[in-house]
């Protein structure tokens, strides 16, 4: 059973005169007068939203002017219609937010709102579910089990962006939550899919008409992936058709998203840049994902101007300068993602793998101890931590990692041949090139050429016979 929302010109003269009365009322003070007035009109007209809107407004109003006691009483007597308005929820959803109304004329609070949230979510009566969450909010935005009700009539409502800002507060809230970061996460994907999309409307027919009709591209083929990308034609035809559907005015995240992988994959980085910064407003907020993206089209601009730089014969000292700044750029954004999520062990082991690059052996270590948390990374992370040890001649803890990772590795893959490769180059530094052999020997079984593997065995047997 849907409720039909009724607009003010809809309505016989009889209910718009007393809706007019009930206003003049409420901005009188007469907040209880008002509010019965409201409530005789939404028991004939529930889908009246005007009305509704008014009646939130008055039965606030009317709880903040009262004091202690009067509080007390209106809580006790709003109970008995919370109790029988749960109880009518499913089987007559309507009359439950009546119930909803009459609690809350009596005590405005969140049990109350959360009675028509629900009611009228079994009523299709979206409007008035998500006002009555957002009044929710408006009362407590820091409970995460009041902001999980939000989020979630939100999301039966179709609201994903709105969805995100709560999850997003959450984050704010508890960011060492991993629970509330990946529910961020989802939120976020979520809404990619669904905000405003110039490449899926609301009514599918009228979405058919109105791109017919104007200047806007047909997108449907791009919208469910159905392309395939072959040639670097393909990605500009694709990139010509994006941009059109934006001039058009019809933009959504994804849009934002698509477009900017496709400059970056012709190697338009500042206009990745611009793109991906623009989806960030959108957004709201600066995933990793997106951070991540943007730094590596500006990593790329940073080479080219290397390039520049060497082509037009500037000194080694101005190049090294240039690199130097790049790094504290990297060094920066890294770090800046670790503060914003810093129980994302996967931006914990990036900025550990730069700060290894850059030389910074100690803060690399602390970072690899974070990193190899996450099941993803602990063999590579446990790899890098024996190299650490390795750097700083602490060769015995150094081999404990090598081994501890070996032991879990149960093929000769890329990783175990890493692995086995860092545990002989320290073996050799210990002095114990008997070890070091059987590491080199290893790999050198499954794959002859591995970096200098080959050489290393020569030398061993060349050492040997120069003894012999």
Known sequence: MALEKIEL???????????????????????????????DILKVKPGFWDAREAIRDAQREKTEHLGGFGKFIGGFSANKFLIKGKALLKKNPLEALQCAEEALSRLYNIPGLKLVADAALELEANEVANAAAEAIEDIDSRTDSILDYIANVFEKTGQAARVLKVRQRQVALHPKDLNAIAKMRAAAAMASMSSTSFLEDKNASATKSRVAGSKAPNMSDLEHGDRIIRSEDDIKEMIRRYEEGIAAGQVSMEVYRKLGELYQRVNRHQEAIDTYTKLVELQGNLD?????????????????????????????????????????????????????????????????CLLWDIGDVDHALEEFQHSQRNPQRKLESMIYMGRCFAAKERYDMAIEQFEGALSEMKYMDKDKMKALYYEGTTYEAMGEHDKALECFKQIYAVNVSYLDVADRINAYYDRQKEKA
């Open 9 to 39: 010109k809809d309505l016989p003269q009889a209910y718009r005169s007393a809706f007019t009365r009930a206003q003049e009322v409420i901005r009188n003070g007469s907040y209880e007068y008002g509010v019965e007035l409201l409530k």
């Open 288 to 352: 990793p994902v997106v951070d991540r993206a943007i730094e590596k089209s500006q990593v790329a601009l940073y080479n080219a101007y290397f390039r520049q730089l060497e082509d037009t014969g500037h000194s080694a000292e101005e190049i090294a300068a240039a690199k130097q700044e790049m790094i504290n750029y990297r060094l920066e954004r890294a770090h800046e993602r670790v503060r914003k999520y810093p129980n994302d062990l996967q931006v914990r082991y990036e900025l550990a």
